[in-house]
């Protein structure tokens, strides 16, 4: 999907393209957390 908005925004230039990459960027990295986390407790419990 990363790669579908910046196609589309180097293409076009619109500004709401790269911010919605932007967006995907930060929400793809709180879900990697998240998992690093819950798996970093799972490891502590045991």
Known sequence: MLDLSW????QTGNIDTYLLMKELEDNGDTKE?????????????T
């Open 7 to 10: 196609h589309v925004f180097r």
């Open 33 to 45: 957390d998240n998992a690093l986390s819950a798996t970093e407790q799972e490891d502590s419990t």
